[in-house]
T-cell receptor
Framework: KNEVEQSPQNLTAQEGEFITINCSYSVGISALHWLQQHPGGGIVSLFMLSSGKKKHGRLIATINIQEKHSSLHITASHPRDSAVYICAVREGETSGSRLTFGEGTQLTVNP | EAGVTQSPTHLIKTRGQQATLRCSPISGHTSVYWYQQALGLGLQFLLWYDEGEERNRGNFPPRFSGRQFPNYSSELNVNALELEDSALYLC?????????????FGDGTRLSIL
């Protein structure tokens, strides 16, 4: 069992739809990252959170530490949101600052 | 502010050769992280350098090594290249390795082994 699991693996949506990507983890963490990777390979850090909820534009990230679960929501999705979304957790201080990654969710938003 | 820069963008080598990948962190960042993303696989942690020293290492053989220079830039060296080393290698940097700071990623170096 992977330490970080994402669902779904693939997601196809129509422009304008509300999208949710889920991330569950099995280890104690100090922070959780949501990353976006475009086809060229470059990665953009969307959020880093350790509790509660963060919002940036049409993106919202939530985390429930007790349930070891996080969600990334995209409101009013757009074709330019098409990318791979990756959840990564930063474990406790004994592991330094290494990140452990989920497998990613391939999102395709059709016009 | 310039982001994390990696060079080269693409690198083609043959089995048994050695590859050197370079990373320049964001100005003011002292920590540099290296990750491997092999085709069809998720990102895997490789190495973490902070203040010139190797602080943590992922589950990779010793032929993967690196260093961090006084200006905080970093090199990743892969010796005795194998076909399975073909991957996208990503570098990230952050302000301090031990505190909860976000990591900023470069665009990666795509290493192809023929």
């Amino acid at each position: 069992k992977n330490e970080v699991e994402q669902s779904p693996q693939n997601l196809t949506a129509q422009e304008g739809e509300f999208i949710t990507i889920n991330c569950s983890y099995s280890v104690g963490i100090s922070a959780l990252h949501w990353l976006q990777q475009h086809p060229g390979g470059g990665i953009v850090s969307l959020f880093m959170l350790s509790s509660g909820k963060k919002k940036h534009g049409r993106l919202i990230a939530t985390i429930n530490i007790q349930e070891k679960h996080s969600s990334l929501h995209i409101t009013a999705s757009h074709p330019r949101d098409s990318a791979v979304y990756i959840c990564a957790v930063r474990e406790g201080e004994t592991s330094g600052s290494r990140l452990t990654f989920g497998e990613g969710t391939q999102l395709t938003v059709n016009p | 502010e310039a982001g994390v820069t990696q060079s080269p963008t693409h690198l083609i080598k043959t089995r048994g050769q050695q590859a050197t990948l370079r990373c320049s962190p964001i100005s003011g960042h002292t920590s540099v992280y290296w990750y491997q993303q092999a085709l069809g696989l998720g990102l895997q942690f490789l190495l973490w350098y902070d203040e010139g020293e190797e602080r943590n290492r992922g589950n990779f053989p010793p032929r993967f090594s690196g260093r961090q220079f006084p200006n905080y830039s970093s090199e990743l060296n892969v010796n005795a290249l194998e076909l399975e080393d073909s991957a996208l290698y990503l570098c990230a940097s952050s302000i301090q390795g031990y505190s909860n700071q976000p990591q900023h990623f470069g665009d990666g170096t795509r290493l192809s082994i023929l």
